[in-house]
């Protein structure tokens, strides 16, 4: 299971989850790096998390992976550069701005005031602590915002041609509307009661073959509780009916009857009355969306020239640890 603290990071932080948590260090064991004109100590790196998946988090001191510690602290390295570039452009989060944040986490996770705390406790935060991480997220998130997200630009040509290219992402899925016949059948039954159901199934059977429109044998025969409506059972997407059904259901055209098909508590013949092919949604509706899609595939490799921008401009010193 993820760790709870996780959980409790505002999703507005999720994108750009850059500076992992860390408890309060209880001893200071030198510097570990210099970053412009601000250190970087042991301590403040001991007890840095590093999300695994599913698996939670491992921090600096839980490792001996020299790759993980070396991860570990570019990581921290890249929240100093980043908190630094956000103070020279003055992107402030305020005390109001930390509170509705914090009051979403709670919202979502249906926690009270004294409830969070404690899971902030159980994780070695205080409340203190954890108000400082969210204004730092919160502060990185408006940076990486202000300095490349903005500035990815997706124009119209571009937006087309993806939604040209990808018809699939556009198109409703299609529905088929099914009638069923359903005759109830168990193998425990007396064999007097079992020959019945079978006359009953031959006979629907040759009725259909004869030209007898599926929905009056299904008034006649269907013992199913939709048997009064010509066994109708709705409009579907496929997946969305009993996998034995479905299989069926979507393999079969427009006004075709299935074979018998054999379910656990009886049988089943399928007739698509109709199939609805899904329709394209207009290029203007959808046209936000593939702007956001495009931005995002962007984003990583425009984050990562950043970052590299921002190290190549800063003085970064670091030392044995």
Request: proline fraction near 4%; aromatic fraction near 6%.
């Amino acid at each position: 299971m993820p760790s709870m603290i996780r959980r409790l990071l505002p999703p507005l932080v999720a994108l750009f989850l850059l500076a992992p948590l860390a408890a309060h260090a209880t001893h200071v064991d030198g510097i570990v790096a210099i970053v412009n004109d601000e250190v970087i100590t042991q301590s403040q790196l001991e007890d840095l998390k590093m999300p695994l998946g599913n698996k939670g988090f491992i921090t600096y001191r839980e490792t001996t992976d020299p790759k993980v510690r070396a991860r570990l602290l570019e990581r921290l390295i890249d929240k100093k550069l980043q908190l630094q570039r956000a103070r020279t452009l003055g992107i402030m989060v305020s005390e109001t701005d930390v509170d509705g944040a914090i009051a979403d986490v709670r919202q979502r996770n249906r926690m009270s005031e004294e409830e969070l705390a404690a899971s902030l406790g159980e994780q070695g935060l205080t409340m203190a602590d954890y108000r400082q991480q969210i204004r730092e997220q919160m502060t990185i998130a408006r940076l990486v915002h202000r300095e490349v997200r903005s500035r990815i630009v997706v124009n119209d040509e571009e937006a087309m041609a993806y939604y040209k290219g990808h018809p699939d992402l556009f198109t409703a899925p299609e529905r088929r509307t099914i009638c069923r016949i359903f005759f109830r059948y168990d193998a425990a039954w007396e064999e007097v009661r079992k020959g019945k159901a079978k006359d009953r199934i031959t006979a629907a059977i040759d009725q259909i073959k004869r030209g007898v429109p599926f929905e009056e044998v299904a008034k006649a025969f269907s013992e199913g509780p939709t048997a009064g409506q010509g066994g109708l059972l709705g409009s579907f997407k496929q997946g969305e009916m009993q996998p034995e059904l479905d299989r069926y259901a979507f393999g079969l055209k427009e006004r075709e009857v299935s074979e018998l098909i054999r379910t656990a508590d009886g049988y089943s013949l399928l007739y698509v009355k109709k199939i609805d092919r899904g329709e394209a949604r207009p290029f203007v509706d959808v046209e936000d969306d593939i702007v956001l899609q495009l931005q995002s595939n962007r984003m990583a490799e425009q984050y990562d020239q950043w970052m590299k921008e921002l190290h190549e401009q800063a003085f970064v010193d670091i030392k044995q640890h």
